[in-house]
């Protein structure tokens, strides 16, 4: 494994999204081996039981839209991929099947018509689509 993969850091966490390392993109957390604390976001030490022996741990994907907004004011990078005014993009909390919850894009949606956006509704990860500068997670309905 790469050497930036060993870091419970962003970079760490954006390699494993980009699949930079062996070419398969993964949403990755950790998880604390002493007391099985789960967390969405890589940290070096526990929030629950303060250990610090954690290891990577990869989300199967699944989850439910917990809670959306929908944004018509967006940044250049999200305004070259079409969104904006006409066409706002949405960004949601998602809670995954284990546990966490992690904000995230959510995509095949009508930005236009928010009424049709369903919270609770199961989505899946897709990470096909990723901002290589800055990777984040997005998901889309099942
Ligand atoms: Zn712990």
Redesign the pocket.
């Known amino acids: 494994m790469a050497g930036e993969t060993k870091g419970f850091t962003s970079a760490s966490f954006n390699a494993f999204l980009t699949g930079e390392n062996d070419g398969e993109k993964r949403l990755m957390g950790v998880r604390?081996r002493?007391?099985?604390?789960l967390s969405a976001e890589p940290r070096p030490m526990?929030p629950?039981?303060?250990?610090k022996d954690m290891e990577w741990f990869q989300f199967s994907g699944k989850g439910r839209l917990s809670t959306f907004t929908c944004i018509s004011i967006v940044t250049n990078a999200m305004g070259e991929k079409g969104y904006g005014r006409d066409n706002p993009c949405c960004a949601g909390i998602v809670t995954l099947e284990e546990g966490p919850r992690i904000s995230a894009r959510i995509l095949g949606v009508d930005g236009n018509n928010p009424q049709d956006i369903k919270t609770e509704m199961d989505v899946i990860l897709d990470l096909e689509d990723l901002d290589a500068g800055h990777p984040s997670p997005a998901f889309r309905p099942v």
């Open positions: 604390c002493s007391c099985g604390h526990c629950s039981c303060h250990g």
